[in-house]
């Protein structure tokens, strides 16, 4: 945590001269986590909300209705969440 702190005015300075590329945030040699601009983040939530609206709008021209549950994940999937898994152990 003291090194993200020290390094995060150098990231934001890098975010604010226009370098947009995320930041793997690592903890022994495996990244846990992503730093990005806000607009790259943004961006990605909205290409997210239209792929997705899309997807409805191809199953209704189809003549088709997603379900509830269809519909539930996929704004969990807009948001950037996983749905609960629904395998049974």
Known sequence: ???????????????????????GVDSHRKTEAVV????????RTAERDRAAAEATASLRAAGLTPSSEADAIT?????????PSTCEP
């Open 1 to 23: 945590m003291r090194e993200a702190r020290e390094q995060l005015p150098g990231l934001l300075a890098r975010f604010r001269k226009g370098d947009h590329s995320p930041i």
């Open 36 to 43: 990005m601009p806000i607009d790259v983040y943004n961006e």
């Open 75 to 83: 704004q969990l999937w807009i948001r950037g969440e996983s749905p």
